[in-house]
């Protein structure tokens, strides 16, 4: 008995050990921050076409105070 303990023994750590270092070492990546892209406005064009044709009526339709003297 008392020759059978010591290879119980070691046969039981060789066992054990090989699950300890199963998988191998763990690496963790770290992620980098996400990109935060913005996206272009859909009405982008409507401000500068409104404000242009307010701008060219502004200009058509001219100066309405005109003063007419009549002779007298």
Request: charged share 15%.
């Amino acid at each position: 008995m008392t020759k059978l303990t010591p290879a119980m023994l070691a046969m039981s750590l060789a066992l054990s050990s090989t699950a300890a270092f199963a998988g191998g070492p763990v690496v963790v990546e770290e992620e980098g921050q996400p990109e935060v892209v913005a996206e272009t406005p859909r009405s982008g064009w409507i401000v500068p076409v409104i404000i242009g044709g307010i701008i060219l009526c502004a200009i058509a339709c001219g100066n309405d105070d005109d003063t007419t003297t009549t002779p007298g």
